[in-house]
Nanobody, 129 residues
Framework: QVRLVESGGGLVQAGGSLRLSCAASGRTFSTYVMGWFRQAPGKEREFVARIRWNGDTTYYADSVKGRFTMSGDNAKNTVYLQMNRLTAEDTAVYYC??????????????????????WGQGTQVTVSS
């Protein structure tokens, strides 16, 4: 099992920045891809970004590309999501997720929530306009 704990959410004005963190513990050696998703009230959970530990490559949703940056620290088993130029449309609960290599390689679809085996409890991000 892998346990994920997010932190760093809060209230920020439009145009501001926040940095989310996700600390992983447990069987972290099995995780291959880490992702961030978000869910706004009344909407489905949507993909935000992901990082592959092997090669440290990142991939972003079009809606956040150029504003958000995902990074990882292998030594700390922690991933980050730096969010800049926030807008009201970014208001949501942000979730960290992890996929084992076997699960990821079944589809290679990091945009799908079904690819991920483990989820954090979420952290609220509210952007005031």
């Amino acid at each position: 099992q892998v346990r994920l704990v997010e932190s760093g959410g809060g209230l920020v004005q439009a145009g501001g920045s926040l940095r989310l963190s996700c600390a992983a513990s447990g069987r972290t050696f099995s995780t291959y891809v880490m992702g961030w998703f978000r869910q706004a009230p009344g909407k489905e959970r949507e993909f935000v970004a992901r990082i592959r530990w092997n090669g440290d490559t990142t991939y972003y949703a079009d809606s956040v590309k150029g504003r958000f940056t995902m990074s990882g620290d292998n030594a700390k088993n922690t991933v980050y999501l730096q969010m800049n130029r926030l807008t009201a449309e970014d208001t949501a609960v942000y979730y960290c997720a992890a996929a084992d290599e076997g699960t990821y390689r079944r589809t290679y679809n990091s945009r799908s929530s079904r690819t991920y085996d483990y989820w954090g409890q979420g952290t609220q991000v509210t952007v005031s306009s």
